[in-house]
């Protein structure tokens, strides 16, 4: 499946009925029984009408013919685990719109010179993030460090490939216990160093954002907060991401491994006496 991304196709306006039953079988067993609509509204669910359009288009183009069960509900996303019409796994992301964490978001948009004249509209700000997530997976995965291949994005909702074994999720790095902890960290900071090194930041790196399938393969998600360089905090948050990264192995693991030299390592010594300066 190729990758999508087509801005004016994503923010025009267009008119769209919406089929029900066909949207039925795509949620997830459990939401199918609900009998409108407005049953799901009422709840404060996921699934209200402007979301349900965005799937159904994604329906219409391939890249989804099914919800197939929750991976997680968190406060900013719901992520699900999906098909594509062929019946290959994907994962979904749904973002919510009644999300508080809106305000946390515009730290991260404001400054990112790709979007600018954002309107403080909620659901606008809600869809140029989710936007941010997929145009951020695409340069990281072209960059070639290891995050899920982005399929399409729709409004609020995001497909790209689904990480796990077989139908089930692979755990987060703070759910298992390595056997050799200091190979995956050096990994991990020489992709964040490869990220620098091309212009971004993750800038959200942490135990909680890291999938691993096995010791030798791990994929980084959640790169919604990804900036360019260009951003005016981007340094701070590298710095940051790596003194996350190598604290949570330090503690994890009883290492005493000094996070300043790994600073030094992923953005060298003069830019890290000028940001000590700020
Ligand atoms: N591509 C994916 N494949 C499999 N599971 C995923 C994928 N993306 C996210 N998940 C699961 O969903 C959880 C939440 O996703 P994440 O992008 O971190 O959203 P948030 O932290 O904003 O809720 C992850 O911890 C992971 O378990
Ligand atoms: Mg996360």
Not at 97 to 109: A, H, Q, R, V
Not at 113 to 129: D, G, N, V
Not at 172 to 184: F, G, H, N
Request: proline share 5%; hydrophobic share 40%; aromatic share 12%.
């Amino acid at each position: 499946m190729s990758v999508e991304f087509n801005e004016e196709e994503n923010l025009e306006d267009e008119i769209f009925e919406v089929d029900e039953e066909l949207l039925r079988q795509v949620l997830p067993k459990r939401f199918r029984k609900e009998k409108t609509i407005e049953d799901r509204e009422i709840e404060n669910w996921v699934f209200d009408r402007p979301t349900l359009i965005a799937l159904a288009k994604l329906i219409n183009k391939g890249y989804l013919s099914e919800l197939v069960s929750t991976i997680s509900m968190g406060k900013e996303a719901n992520v699900f685990r999906g098909k594509d019409s062929a019946g290959f796994p994907v994962a979904v992301k749904i973002y919510k719109k009644d999300t508080t964490l809106f305000k946390d978001m515009m730290p991260y948009l404001d400054g990112d010179p790709r979007f600018k004249r954002i309107k403080r509209k909620r659901s606008h700000i809600i869809y140029t993030w989710c936007q941010k997530e997929f145009k951020n997976l695409q340069e990281f995965y072209e960059i070639g460090v290891p995050v899920p291949k982005p399929f399409a994005y729709r409004d609020n909702v995001l497909v790209m490939e689904f990480i796990g074994i077989d139908d089930i999720p692979a755990p987060r790095l703070k759910d298992i216990v390595l056997e050799d902890p200091r190979e995956m960290l050096n990994s991990i900071i020489e992709d964040i160093r490869k990220l620098y090194e091309n212009g971004f930041v993750h800038a959200d790196m942490s135990e909680y954002n890291i999938l691993v399938k096995d010791e030798s393969e791990y994929y980084i998600i959640d790169v919604g907060q990804g900036v360019p360089l260009a951003h005016p905090m981007a340094y701070r948050w590298v710095v940051r991401d790596v003194v996350n990264i190598v604290n949570y192995f330090n503690r994890r693991y009883k290492l005493c491994l000094d996070p300043k030299k790994y600073v030094l390592e992923v953005i060298g010594e003069e830019i890290l006496a000028d940001y000590l300066m700020l």
